[in-house]
């Protein structure tokens, strides 16, 4: 089973870990893709700069770069696949020319291919995602008006693309994350196909399909949250052994957006039914953007335990959140993030033998910086 569901952690059969990031020291017009990876005895390599944005990229005056990403899936054997968007702006934050997403590859992890483009679209939630298998790669995005998905497939382990569509609603779609086992790939995105419109915005659901063959066909797309006059986004997936499929997300409905809480739905017939959504978390309403609970992201391991990690405000400064359970019991949660401040963007996965739950996140201690924690 390959997991896949790091985002910008991946581990080894070795139990190296793999960490992407971005990072615009060298020049803050342009923010390049860094990667680090560990040894076996804990070690963090110093990062290397992966991308050459400030040679690839033109910016005009008042102007500047926006990268997503990076994304990462990492084979047993080492193989590193990383995608990762970039557009340019004007002052006012309007794009110049329609995202660009962008794939390369190392199998050494040290030594990465030059960027390849393999779509041409994608939006502000990430702007891709990418899953891996065997040597069937996947790099899921939307085009440039965001109401089409669509993967970027490879069988060849990442040498070739060809462009297959998942789904074609004339509706708005963001924020797409897969996740591929046993040749079959599965894909979750917010879709407001069904929303309806409240506060004057049209409400989204989570959305899935799947595919049976790696990636070039598409079943048709299915509503897991079925909220309509809620709104239901930030989704994460992840697979195990036995046919288990895994989803997150977060969801206003309780409260009208005063207070996001968590849910999790889950499957164990490979995504062909789904069980009703369980509400993880409880938290105060909060004033303002009302966003409590944002950005989960979920692994699981082959006895079916499933992991969860999440940015936290209910104190008033975000934290990182972990929590975990098995066939609906759910232990109590817990901060990882220790006395780190103003944490975003967790990401969880776990290394391919299921002993270690591997954990990474934005804070600031001195500086804006990417932090690491191993849960056993």
């Not at 409260?255 to 995504?271: F, H, I, K, P, T």
């Not at 967790?346 to 001195?366: E, F, N, Q």
């Amino acid at each position: 089973m390959q997991e896949a569901n790091g985002f910008q952690v991946g581990v080894d059969s070795s139990g190296r870990a793999y960490v992407g990031f971005r990072d615009a020291h060298l020049d803050p017009r342009f923010p390049e893709i860094y990667l680090t990876r560990s040894d076996a005895s804990g070690a963090w390599s110093e990062p290397a700069k992966i991308s050459d944005l400030a040679a690839q990229v033109s910016v005009g005056p008042d102007q500047q770069v926006r990268v997503n990403g990076p994304m990462l899936a990492v084979s047993p054997a080492g193989t590193v696949h990383v995608t990762w968007g970039v557009f340019v702006e004007n002052a006012a934050g309007d794009p110049v020319a329609p995202r660009q997403t962008f794939y390369q590859r190392s199998t050494d992890g040290v030594t990465f291919s030059a960027p390849v483009l393999v779509a041409t679209g994608g939006d502000d939630f990430g702007g891709a995602t990418i899953c891996q298998a065997g040597t069937m790669v996947n790099i899921i995005s939307t085009d440039t008006t965001r109401k089409t998905l669509h993967a970027a497939h490879s069988s060849d382990d990442g040498l070739t693309f060809t462009t297959f569509p998942i789904a074609t609603s004339v509706s708005a779609k963001e924020a797409p994350v897969c996740a591929m086992d046993r040749g079959i790939a599965w894909v979750v995105w917010q879709d407001d196909r069904d929303g309806v419109v409240v506060g004057g915005l049209k409400r989204r659901d989570v959305h899935l399909s799947r595919s049976l063959n790696g990636g070039t066909t598409w079943e048709p797309e299915v509503n897991l949250s079925n909220t309509p006059s809620s709104g239901s986004s930030d989704q994460s997936l992840a697979v195990s052994a036995n046919g288990r499929v895994h989803v997150v997300f977060h969801d206003d409905k309780d409260d009208g957006n005063l207070s996001w809480e968590m849910y999790y739905v889950g499957s164990r017939d490979d995504g062909v039914t789904w069980g009703a959504p369980e509400k993880l978390t409880t938290t105060p309403a909060v004033l303002g953007d009302g966003v409590n609970i944002d950005l989960p992201s979920v692994a699981a391991t082959d006895d079916g335990t499933v992991y969860v990690v999440w940015q936290d405000n209910r104190s008033g400064v975000f934290e990182t959140f972990f929590k975990w359970g098995t066939d609906g019991e759910w232990a109590r949660e817990y901060v990882i993030s220790g006395q780190t401040r103003a944490n975003f963007g967790p990401s969880i996965t776990r290394s391919p033998d299921g002993t270690t739950i591997h954990a990474v996140w934005t804070g600031l201690s001195t500086s804006r910086e990417v932090f690491y924690r191993a849960l056993r």
